[in-house]
């Protein structure tokens, strides 16, 4: 079964550095893989979806790499504001289904 | 952009009584939904996987009894929590599968949530 980790399970940075969430899955063999961001009580809201066959994908300060041989993808958020505090989770799909990682919480003190 | 719709977003009932939660996707069709069940701080739980025309897939250790699925149409998926008690006091999302308008992927779109609360 497919085992999705995000380390670290929450993350406090002072505003305006960057910084690198982190994505493990432990079955190589995914079609895509998508991050999320989750405002306390909302539901998720889509940043980034990065096919198999591709290595990153970039919109804005947000770029995700994807490295399947390793299992392992990574959202760098540049630039850190106070708006980017929320809880971000990755979820990989394969097999007609998407499988979430646990979460990383994300403070961005002003 | 693809746009799925909860409804209700928060519902406070007695317990014993049902509640129904929907679910639409408003522009696109969705064959596949999914219903996930979120705990305080914690990740998605997928309760179950809505197939349109077809039953429900419920995830181990989820009550097909109790936490009814309907998905009768391509843009519409209902979940009813049957007899809530206030352990079923939680954070309902849904999902809709769709394909990404560039890639042609699989990507999912989500609701807004629903909060239950069962006194």
């Known amino acids: 079964k497919q085992e999705v980790t995000q380390i670290p399970a929450a993350l406090s940075v002072p505003e305006g550095e960057n910084l690198v969430l982190n994505c493990s899955f432990t079955d190589s063999a995914i079609y895509n893989l998508q991050w999320f961001r989750q405002d306390p009580g909302k539901g998720l809201t889509s940043l980034l979806l990065i096919q198999s066959s591709q290595r990153e994908q970039t919109s804005g300060r947000l770029n995700a790499s994807l490295d399947k041989s390793s299992g392992r993808s990574t959202l760098y958020i540049a630039a850190s504001q106070p708006g980017d505090s929320a809880t971000y989770l990755c979820a990989v799909w394969r097999v007609g289904q998407f499988y979430f990682g646990t979460g990383t919480s994300l403070t961005v003190i002003p | 952009g693809a746009v799925v719709s909860q409804h209700p977003s928060r519902v406070i009932c007695k317990s014993g009584t049902s509640v129904k939660i929907e679910c639409r996707s408003l522009?696109?069709?969705?064959?596949?939904m999914f219903w996930y069940r979120q705990f305080p701080k914690q990740s998605l739980m997928l309760m179950a996987t809505?197939?349109?025309?077809?039953?429900?897939?419920?995830e181990q250790g989820v009550e097909k009894d109790k936490f009814l699925i309907n998905h009768a149409s391509l843009t519409l998926s209902t979940l009813t929590v049957t007899s809530a008690h206030p352990e079923d006091s939680s954070f309902y999302i849904c999902?809709?599968?769709?394909?990404?308008?560039?890639?042609?992927?699989?990507?999912?779109?989500f609701g807004a949530g629903s909060r239950l609360t069962v006194l």
């Open positions: 999902s809709a599968r769709n394909l990404d308008g560039r890639s042609g992927a699989n990507v999912l779109t």
């Open positions: 809505s197939n349109e025309g077809s039953k429900a897939t419920y």
């Open positions: 522009d696109f069709q969705a064959t596949t």
